[in-house]
């Protein structure tokens, strides 16, 4: 199966707590059943290249099973609505009544919960939506309003086209905004929240100009879409959540004045980093399934870092990775119920388990061992390599290694499988004698007990 264009076309109610709507997928299938997924939906009717189709329902797998089989392109029609949820995922009402806004959190599995489709990282589309808002509202998404028509009391907003993307990266909003726009090399970064709940706009765009510069020159690839919201979001689940070109935050993470601490805004800015990061390692090239999640984080955690030691020295950023990162990894990876950080995920339902320390802290901390290992211009470029050649398009683990070792001409692999496949790390012992080292290691627990298991680890002398 290749997924080619969705058209999505959304009618919010006055209230904003539901909606009608319709949609088009254009695929590709060679002799296959079509498979939809599809939580809490009300699906009306569904048609194939014009001609309605029965099917069927598996609550507990969230499916739509299509009656029949089918080859070469086919066209599919669903007609369907829905509520907005207060769940904080999928399509959800977020604020009280005066600063109330709908948003949506995706990821994992949120976009099955707004309309029917393949909701799986491995399958990109081109995402065409249109929205039907209440006048009065406004609307964002990945993409720039390409259209606004009046329609009765509702305003009809068409958005551009995104690039294919996978389902989880697709964003949402409708409220009465607040926003703040400032051009930057050839796009435009925009600040956004709800009426009355910004504070200074400057210092938040400052941190994404600084991060857009800073990665459009390390990985050697301009931002890809024309514009970047930060968006205030009231309510939410997550910290931040990189939607391509529509970034969403918890209020406190974009609310800067003049008490600020110089902590809360090195929060900021790290957090601010981390999600531009996404946008290319994630957005552009983003894994094929979730086994390969900590990719997407760890890369993100440790390139937050780097942008933010390069653009604030005085903060000693590498200082507060030691702590935050790899000393909490450590601590949660000492556990004998931790796990690997390349992890088993039969269930996109049981991803946000694995959205822990290993994946964020341990991973960040072995790419930097890796840096170390290969040389930082030989890193930079293994990682150029791999975003240029799997650009919109899915990556796994192993692909990144190959593009290191094609750069660095050293091999990785071998080192990357072993601390990415096993959980637990070693504890390295150092004794010297008549001008020589001698070291040893074991796995450390916290409870005591160890393995045999032996880690390779790069060391410098």
Known sequence: MEIDTYRIFLRINENLSEYDGSENIKMKVKDEEIVLNSVDINVREISVNGKPVKFTTDKEKEELNLEGRYSGEVDIEVKFSAKVGQSLMGMYQAGSSKHRMISTQFESTGARRSFPCVDNPGYKAVFYVTLTIPEGHEAISNMPVEAIEKDSKFLKVTFKPTPKMSTYLLYIGVGKFTQFSRKFHNMEIILAGPEGTLGDP??????????????????????????????????????????????????????????????????????????????????????????????????????????????????????????????????GDSLEQSHPIDADVKDPNSVAQIFDEISYGKGASILRMIEAYVGQENFRKGISRYLREHSYGNAKGSDLWTAIEKESGTSVTSVMEAWIKRMGYPVIEVSGRDNKIKLKQKQFRLNGTTTDQIWPVPVTV
Request: negative net charge; glycine residues 6%.
């Open 202 to 331: 400057d210092k938040p765009i400052k941190f994404a100009e600084e991060s857009v510069g800073y990665y459009e020159d390390y990985f050697g690839i301009k931002y890809a879409l024309p514009k970047m919201h930060l968006i205030s979001v009231p309510e939410f689940g997550a910290g931040a959540m990189e939607n391509w070109g529509a970034i969403t935050f918890r209020e406190v993470l974009l609310l800067v004045n003049e008490n600020t601490s110089t902590s809360t805004m090195r929060r900021i800015g790290e957090v601010i980093a981390h999600e531009i990061a996404h946008q290319w390692f994630g957005d552009l090239v983003t894994m094929k399934w979730w086994n390969d999640l900590w990719l997407n984080e760890s890369f993100a955690t440790f390139m937050a870092f780097k942008v933010m030691d390069h653009e604030h020295p005085e903060w000693d950023m590498w200082g507060d990775f030691l702590l935050s990162e790899t000393t909490g990894a450590m601590m």
